[in-house]
């Protein structure tokens, strides 16, 4: 048995519990979620058995993406609370030996930034290259058009026009997003002491935003045409550009360095190992870990995440083997994850929400994420089966800018017939936004106490609260609360097995298609886990033979083994433990 060559590492061992904090608990009942409503729920948290919670954007902002287009980093969202709310729950996590990782929102900012207010009012302002500016060019007949052909991420040109200076700005998300240019050493500074501002306060780590977005080819080239569309992506022009690693190296000597924090980065339109291991290889030292995004774009089509295609096991066993095997070669770490505010709820995507399945598959599927190696990230309402909206709501129940951006802009392309819309509803009721962003269900009072029966919500409640509830499930030792509680705490117990162990993937020829099968082992004392996780609505039987002498750890919807066989019932799965 080799030595593991792992360094512990309180982040390595931690589970994440991400709260979107305009859904989670209103305290004042104006129908928001807040600050005060998130403190009063520590009891709650640290009784799932978490230890850290990353809060999404909670800065001051219009509001225009939800919190992601920040106008003051050093100041609070006043619907949300105030510098000393946030002081207050960094104060009680720590008290409870828990721990506050904050959303870092750093490739752009809002428009109503006081940076960019400053950088639009001159061409000769001192904060004008903070931002990228540009020229316009001309079309053959000298009409304006943009820099380059770049689409923005929520359609459209990421190019808009400020009458102010006559140039164009570019802002990859929302026009009212505009990008920051990493390569001005002023701005990366002021961004540095935002940083430390929260980190002295004892923030415990950052999830940085689109963080592979912020260093652009100095040209800013068109991007290649691959459609008749007149906006195409430039991803290869604008993700992971050429001085992203020095602009990384330089964050953690600078900031991340002189503090004991954790380190996760969002890095989207690249999948590949070799991109990933610059980022996080322990010789490279840039972060901590990544979301890769791969593994909550299983159902995107070849165009894009609103065309069809249907999810497969293979696809899961494909990424899962891919990162938990490679992930080791270069001393980096895993993140583990399945939901987040950015997509549909996995159990209605990989799972099953129908009534006879949805229990047993949101087991299954929390056995996945606390059964591999890696820091997990649980999305609030994982714990309790919380699925998508139903199928009866219409395109209005749909608020999130890119659903919205999305479906009207297929609407116009289709003559505004809300009668074609069919295979676009179909895509929303799976993969819109607004899934990851329900209010959470505590209870089956009216806006599932949430908030005041009285108040507005500030989005939809799903009409399944009535059943599927923290209260109803908190005191059912068969609940899928108490069942995530119960993984929680053997992925503690069985810390060198299960964070630190080794895998080895169960070959398909031995599970079926559409069981995904690994081994754990300890690189402590040899002991294995062997993990059986049925993603099919049929049984499935499995031979476990070679398994005789080992013990069940935990079980959901798996029979016991009769002749070295067991049954598995559809979205079931089984820990064994030898």
């Known amino acids: 048995m080799a030595k593991s060559t792992i360094e512990k590492a309180w982040w390595k061992e931690a589970v994440v519990y991400q709260i979107y904090p305009s859904s989670y608990l209103d305290s004042n009942r104006d129908g928001l979620?807040?600050?005060?409503?998130?403190?009063?729920?520590?009891?709650?948290?640290?009784?799932?058995?978490?230890?850290?919670?990353?809060?999404?954007?909670?800065?001051?902002?219009?509001?225009?993406?939800?919190?992601?287009?920040?106008?003051?980093?050093?100041?609070?969202?006043?619907?949300?609370?105030?510098?000393?709310?946030?002081?207050?729950?960094?104060?009680?996590?720590?008290?409870?030996?828990?721990?506050?990782?904050?959303?870092?929102?750093?490739?752009?900012?809002?428009?109503?930034?006081?940076?960019?207010?400053?950088?639009?009012?001159?061409?000769?302002?001192?904060?004008?290259?903070?931002?990228?500016?540009?020229?316009?060019?001309?079309?053959?007949?000298?009409?304006?058009?943009?820099?380059?052909?770049?689409?923005?991420?929520?359609?459209?040109?990421?190019?808009?026009?400020?009458?102010?200076?006559?140039?164009?700005?570019?802002?990859?998300?929302?026009?009212?997003?505009?990008?920051?240019?990493?390569?001005?050493?002023?701005m990366r500074e002021a961004t540095y002491d935002d940083m430390r501002f929260w980190l002295d306060r004892g923030v415990d780590g950052f999830r940085i935003d689109s963080m592979n977005l912020s260093s652009k080819h100095p040209d800013l080239p068109d991007g290649k045409v691959v459609n008749?569309?007149?906006?195409?992506s430039g991803a290869e022009f604008f993700a992971s550009g050429p001085k992203m690693h020095d602009h990384m190296r330089e964050m953690r000597e600078k900031v991340f360095d002189k503090y004991d924090i954790m380190t996760v980065g969002e890095l989207g339109f690249t999948k590949d190992e070799q991109t990933v291991s610059q980022y996080v290889a322990k010789d490279r030292h840039e972060l901590n870990m990544l979301f890769t995004g791969d593994i909550v774009d299983m159902d995107f089509g070849p165009n894009g995440k609103y065309e069809r295609s249907d999810f497969h096991p293979s696809k899961i066993r494909e990424i899962t083997n891919l990162w938990q095997s490679c992930m080791p070669t270069f001393q980096g770490w895993n993140t583990v994850y399945l939901d987040n505010h950015d997509s549909g709820r996995s159990l209605s995507r990989y799972g099953s929400d129908a009534p006879e399945h949805r229990a047993t598959a949101a087991k299954m599927l929390a056995t996945y994420l606390l059964t591999l190696s890696g820091t997990p990230f649980m999305l609030a309402g994982q714990e309790i089966g919380t699925a998508n909206l139903g199928k009866d709501y219409s395109a209005d129940a749909y608020i999130d800018v890119e659903g919205k951006n999305y479906y009207n802009e297929v609407l116009k392309a289709r003559g505004g017939d809300e009668s074609k819309m069919g295979d676009v509803m179909r895509e929303l009721q799976l993969k819109a936004r607004d899934h990851g962003r329900l209010p959470m269900q505590w209870s089956a009072a009216p806006n599932a106490g949430f908030t005041s029966p009285s108040a507005t919500p500030w989005m939809t409640i799903n009409k399944d609260h009535k059943e599927w509830n923290v209260e109803s499930q908190i005191n059912n030792p068969h609940s899928v609360l108490s069942f995530w509680k119960q993984l929680l705490a053997l992925r503690k117990q069985y810390t060198d097995l299960l964070v630190y162990g080794s895998y080895t993937p169960l070959p398909e020829s031995e599970?079926?298609?559409?069981?995904?099968?690994y081994e754990r082992m300890s690189h402590e004392d040899g002991r294995k886990a062997v993990v059986l996780l049925s993603f099919s609505e049929k049984e499935e039987v499995i031979s476990v033979d070679k398994y005789q002498d080992f013990e069940v750890l935990v079980s959901n919807g798996?029979?016991?083994a009769v002749d070295g066989m067991v049954t598995i019932r559809p979205y079931g799965s089984v820990v064994l433990l030898g």
């Open 33 to 186: 979620g807040d600050i005060p409503g998130i403190i009063s729920k520590i009891p709650y948290i640290k009784s799932l058995g978490v230890d850290t919670i990353w809060l999404s954007p909670i800065y001051a902002s219009p509001q225009k993406d939800m919190g992601y287009d920040v106008s003051d980093y050093r100041s609070i969202h006043a619907p949300y609370g105030t510098v000393e709310d946030v002081q207050n729950l960094i104060d009680q996590l720590h008290a409870q030996n828990m721990r506050l990782l904050m959303d870092l929102v750093v490739n752009h900012t809002s428009d109503e930034h006081a940076w960019f207010k400053e950088s639009r009012s001159s061409k000769t302002s001192s904060k004008r290259d903070w931002y990228f500016w540009r020229d316009p060019k001309l079309d053959k007949d000298g009409n304006r058009k943009e820099p380059n052909n770049w689409k923005s991420i929520f359609g459209g040109s990421a190019w808009h026009f400020d009458d102010t200076t006559g140039q164009y700005y570019l802002a990859l998300f929302l026009p009212s997003q505009p990008d920051l240019n990493w390569d001005n050493e002023d």
């Open 228 to 232: 008749d569309e007149p906006y195409q």
């Open 511 to 517: 599970t079926g298609d559409m069981v995904l099968g």
């Open 558 to 560: 798996c029979s016991e």
